[in-house]
């Protein structure tokens, strides 16, 4: 699949910068919403990495792993600010080259990254027949509030202390 077409120096979260805002992010979330189509039966959401590209953190490489003869299976990484990046971009800009710590996000980000992610997941939910998450307890908050704001079910798994674990039983049971 090609790249978005989009272009430029890496984005690095920095105090006082909202990076929701910034214009090669607002390029991506116009290029999702107006591009993006996925035919797979199933969504899986797990978070964003500090990887880059997040095929090369452990609990990625796990998942794929176990999901690898599951062709029914379209994985997304839920990101601050990149919102949702489906597995086929990973390795494009701009999702292979940004910084965003949770840590740094202000209560008025998290507000925007609830408000924005729910647009997102409106769209995926009229591509796939579920939506399933395994996340981290920052994530697992963001993307409870986002579906309940729109209104759509996600059987939300939390990572909790055996993060591989819970990813690979809730992969299999599917």
């Not at 105090?15 to 979330?29: A, C, E, Q, S, T």
């Not at 035919?39 to 609990?59: G, I, M, W």
């Not at 379209?74 to 965003?100: A, D, G, I, K």
Request: charged share 25%.
């Amino acid at each position: 699949m090609q790249c978005p077409p989009l272009s430029g120096p890496p984005i690095i979260k920095k105090d006082g910068i909202d990076l929701f805002k910034n214009p090669i992010v607002r390029k991506w979330y116009d290029f999702f919403l107006e591009n993006w189509q996925s035919k797979k039966e199933v969504a899986f959401l797990l978070p964003c990495t500090s990887v880059k590209p997040y095929n090369r953190s452990p609990t990625h490489k796990l998942a794929y792993s176990i999901a690898k003869n599951k062709d029914y299976i379209q994985f997304y990484s839920v990101s601050e600010p990149m919102l949702l990046v489906p597995r086929e971009y990973e390795e494009c800009y701009p999702f292979n080259s940004y910084e965003y710590p949770p840590s740094m996000m202000t209560e008025e980000e998290k507000n925007e990254f609830v408000d924005l992610l729910s647009i997102m997941l409106r769209k995926i939910s009229f591509q796939h027949k579920r939506i399933v998450a395994v996340l981290p307890k920052h994530h697992y908050n963001i993307v409870s509030k986002a579906s309940e704001k729109v209104g759509i079910k996600i059987e939300i798994h939390p990572y909790g202390r055996l993060a591989f674990k819970t990813i690979s039983n809730v992969l299999k049971s599917l």
